[in-house]
């Protein structure tokens, strides 16, 4: 029952999914798994609103774009506007250099911004529009705008380029997409292949490619590239094909997706709008990828080698995921950006609720089959919602086709006042031989966890 996303194209193949909720693997519990929320997220400061561009933390500080502004934000809440960035929609990236200067580029007009304390300032000297920076050993690289060529700055000063310190990536012939610093090396992602390149001390230009790690595939996404734990995730390309999702090594990719997420990737008209970040909470690591136009987050957790997806409101009227950028400061805790406002959020694991609006947590479960006619005489979930303030409870809908069609939601009370308890859903019916599924909803109570769930079946004769 708390097991991983495997939606396929089919449901007569598979009908798994996971929504708002993922499997947690606990050593000594009922089970050893069970499913957990995923957290929910409160109000925690309010910019003038526009489009939320670029969320990045440094120095105990918070830092971000909303529409045409650079903002800074308190640990209070309070918004600090900093000055002017050019127009545009696109994310933002912002690095820093110890704290005494902070960059900030804004892709859509290759413009790179200074701040060292008196506001944005456009770099005068800056060689090239660039379409991404990246910061890697105090100096800062820019991506020329369609060229190949990376530019770097002087060390520790963001504002003072020299046009002879570059490199032009020349190991393949595809347009380089995304630079990316990781690990103390800086990833050229193109199109269709990756390079690694470390800095080799040399004059001038200090880095130069790592020999023999050339990995021929690129990515279809620039801005779903992202660090969790220490690994660089992305969307992938390839003269082969795209929407693969890959955890990132020198010479070497492994894959992270499944082929239902490759199968809901790859029927997304416009992989270039994914947005990805990865953070860590109460021991999993998780990479988020946001899908705008199809108001989805698609969510991988490398703790469980899990999927699951993620909505604002309920199943029946879902909205755009609020959570799409993301940053880790004040306190140790992890706050997101909203794309469509540029309003900043608390993420809370006991909230079940995004900006005062309850979403729903569902779990479909997989295929229960014999190749015969079953009874099902009850399912039972082990589970608690809710902290005893409030009445909550569970929502059954079965399928007896096998996943085709599903019938009325029969609501049950989940224990007293909210709390732990086994609720029962009785007389589910009989089965076709294409077997029993059940979904199970939670809308009301303020976290989640369910240990499991138990079913009573007779199988029928042939």
């Known amino acids: 029952f ?91 990236t912002i690095a820093t250099n110890n704290g005494t200067q902070l960059a900030t580029l804004n892709p859509d007009t290759g413009d790179l911004y200074v701040d060292t304390g008196a506001g944005p300032v456009i770099v005068a000297a800056q060689p090239h529009d660039f379409s991404a920076i990246a910061y890697l050993d105090g100096y800062l690289y820019g991506l020329g705008t369609d060229t190949n060529v990376i530019y770097q700055s002087a060390q520790l000063d963001f504002t003072a380029w020299d046009v002879l310190e570059q490199a032009t990536s020349v190991a393949a012939n595809d347009r380089v997409a995304t630079i990316y610093a990781n690990n103390g090396m800086l990833l050229l992602i193109g199109r269709q292949t990756t390079q690694f390149w470390y800095n080799a001390g040399a004059s001038g230009f200090a880095l130069q490619r790592v020999q023999g790690a050339f990995v021929q595939e690129g990515t279809a996404s620039p801005y779903s590239v992202a660090t969790i734990g220490g690994v660089v995730c992305m969307v992938t390309d390839s003269e082969r094909g795209s929407g693969r999702v890959v955890a990132v090594r020198p010479g070497h990719f492994d894959r992270i997706s499944n082929y239902a997420i490759e199968y809901l990737l790859q029927s997304y008209s416009n992989l270039g709008e994914i947005v990805g970040y990865g953070y860590q909470s109460q021991g999993h690591n998780f990479y988020v990828l946001s899908i705008p136009s199809a108001a989805v987050q698609l969510v991988y957790d490398f703790t469980e080698d899990a999927w699951h997806e993620r909505y604002s409101g309920t199943t029946s009227t879902p909205t755009e995921a609020l959570g799409y950028l993301h940053c880790h400061t004040f306190d140790n805790k992890n706050y997101v950006m909203r794309r469509s406002t540029g309003k900043i959020y608390l993420q809370s694991e006991s909230l079940n609720q995004d900006d005062g609006v309850t979403f729903l947590r569902q779990r479909t479960a997989p295929v229960l089959y014999s190749g015969n006619r079953m009874t099902i005489n009850a399912l039972r979930t082990d589970q608690q919602i809710g902290d005893g303030s409030t009445t909550a409870g569970a929502t059954l809908e079965v399928s007896l086709d096998g996943g085709l069609s599903y019938g009325s939601a029969r609501a049950t009370l989940a224990g007293a006042n909210g709390l732990a308890g086994c609720v029962e859903w009785r007389n589910c019916g009989q089965c076709t031989p294409r077997g029993f599924v059940a979904r199970v909803s939670w809308l009301d109570g303020s976290d989640l966890a369910c240990s499991g769930a138990s079913i009573d079946v007779r199988e029928d004769s042939a």
């Open 2 to 92: 708390a097991g991983d996303y495997e939606r396929a194209r089919s449901t007569n193949i598979a009908v798994d999914r996971s929504i708002n909720c993922y499997p947690g693997t606990i050593k000594t519990g009922k089970g050893g798994k069970g499913l957990i929320g995923r957290p929910g997220l409160s109000t925690f400061a309010t910019p003038s609103s526009g489009t939320g561009r670029a969320l990045f933390a440094g120095d105990e500080r918070m830092f971000g774009v909303v529409g045409t502004k650079s903002i800074e934000v308190s640990s209070g809440g309070a918004v600090t506007v900093l000055g002017d960035i050019s127009t545009g929609s696109s994310p933002c």
